[in-house]
């Protein structure tokens, strides 16, 4: 008896497991009926990273001279705008008289001034910035079709731009023009500009090279099919433009954790109008390295994260553009030396929130 009652209780133990299993079997099998599954299954997460950073900032640059003469400095430094963020403690640095402008959007400091012999000069400034993560969702049908972005807009960010007779910008030409055609797969200003991003991702190459004069028009890029980040980004905005999306360049900090100390790195990156973000406009990071061209999509177009600062926004303009890479300039007579150094120091960075990137089967982005 007691053999049999065992059995009888381990033949039920096996009836409730098989029950439990047909159960769980006939829940997963509505989930996928229903589409709840699919929807879990192709949510994606990626790891947490910090969505909202509160530092000080201080950059400009050092200049020496040595020997006897007169010299002129000229210099235009300009004021970080955080996309979704503030400044606060804006102070200037150097005992020279300045003006603080607005040109467009962006907000600027200059100086021209007068000294002679051997000084030691700093200019610049100094200023705490609180910034958050930005992102749009990437449910296309929120944002406008190319025919139905005003013609203003159009006009102004859909031409060529040039510095010192160099066009960098180049919508009009042939080659980029046809290739942008070729990457139109529908009127949607979003889906196009995501199209044009996507062969970027697969054809381009992020390479660092030493700082030049200038950067890479379009062309010399697309030829090389490599560039560093305003190579890159020119020649994504070139492409955009070309098929009728309002584009610009964005220069600003990109700030790094390096050995425990953070730095700031200039950089360029780009941003797309498309009738919906901020005033309409979305970034577009145009320097990452990964191959995988969904995590691509997912975390560098229409993102911008806490880690960008942004200083200057394209009006338009050759005016704009050749402002934007003017930096420090110096007339000095004969039997000086001059040297001129930038320096850029981050202090008391604070990370306030974490949050992981997780992106929905439709198109919804969010941090958790």
Not at 61 to 68: A, C, D
Not at 108 to 114: A, E, L, M, N, R
């Given at each position: 008896m007691p053999n049999e009652r065992k059995m009888q209780i381990?033949?039920?133990?096996e009836d409730d497991s098989m029950r439990r299993c047909a159960i769980f079997i006939l829940v997963i099998f509505s989930l996928f009926m229903s589409g709840c599954l699919e929807s879990i299954i192709s949510e994606v997460r990626y790891e947490s990273t910090p969505i909202?950073?509160?530092?000080?900032?201080?950059?400009?640059?050092?200049?020496?001279?040595?020997?006897?003469?007169?010299?002129?400095?000229?210099?235009?430094?300009?004021?970080?705008?955080?996309?979704?963020?503030y400044i606060s403690n804006l102070s200037v640095i150097g005992n020279y008289s300045y003006n603080?402008?607005?040109?467009?959007?962006?907000?600027?400091?200059?100086?021209?001034?007068?000294?002679?012999?051997?000084?030691?000069?700093?200019i610049g400034i100094e200023v705490s910035v609180k910034t958050n993560a930005f992102l749009v969702d990437l449910d296309s049908t929120k944002y406008l079709d190319i025919k139905n972005i005003s013609m203003d807009i159009k006009r102004?960010?859909?031409?060529?731009?040039?510095?010192?007779?160099k066009t960098l910008i180049q919508p009009s030409d042939l080659e980029i023009k046809n290739l942008a055609y070729s990457l139109k797969i529908s009127d949607n200003a979003f889906e196009v500009a995501k199209s044009i991003f996507e062969w970027l991702k697969e054809n381009t190459n992020y390479v660092y090279h030493p700082q030049q004069s200038l950067p890479q028009s379009a062309k010399e890029t697309l030829n090389l099919k490599s560039g560093d980040c305003d190579d890159l980004s020119i020649l994504y905005i070139s492409l955009c433009r070309a098929v009728g999306?309002?584009?610009?360049?964005?220069?600003?900090?990109?700030i790094e954790e390096k050995n425990g100390k953070y730095i700031a790195t200039p950089h360029a990156w780009a941003e797309i109008y498309v009738g919906f973000g901020k005033d309409g406009w979305i970034p577009v990071e145009c320097a990452g390295?990964?191959?995988?061209?969904?995590?691509?999509?997912?975390?560098?177009?229409?993102?911008?994260?806490?880690?960008?600062?942004?200083?200057?926004?394209?009006?338009?303009?050759?005016?704009?553009?050749?402002?934007?890479?003017?930096?420090?300039?110096?007339?000095?007579?004969?039997?000086?030396?001059?040297?001129?150094?930038?320096?850029?120091?981050?202090?008391d960075v604070s990370i306030g929130n974490y949050g992981s990137l997780v992106v929905r089967k439709d198109g919804r982005r969010f941090y958790s």
């Open positions: 381990q033949i039920k133990k909202s950073l509160e530092y000080k900032i201080s950059y400009g640059y050092y200049i020496n001279s040595s020997g006897k003469g007169d010299f002129n400095v000229n210099y235009t430094c300009f004021v970080p705008q955080p996309i979704n963020g603080d402008l607005k040109i467009g959007s962006n907000r600027i400091i200059t100086w021209s001034f007068d000294e002679n012999g051997r000084k030691n000069i700093k102004k960010y859909c031409r060529d731009q040039s510095i010192e007779n999306i309002p584009s610009r360049l964005v220069r600003g900090y990109l390295i990964s191959k995988d061209i969904e995590a691509e999509v997912h975390q560098n177009f229409g993102i911008e994260d806490a880690f960008h600062l942004r200083l200057f926004v394209d009006n338009g303009t050759n005016e704009s553009l050749a402002l934007s890479s003017r930096g420090v300039r110096v007339r000095y007579e004969e039997g000086l030396k001059i040297e001129m150094k930038p320096f850029v120091e981050v202090s």
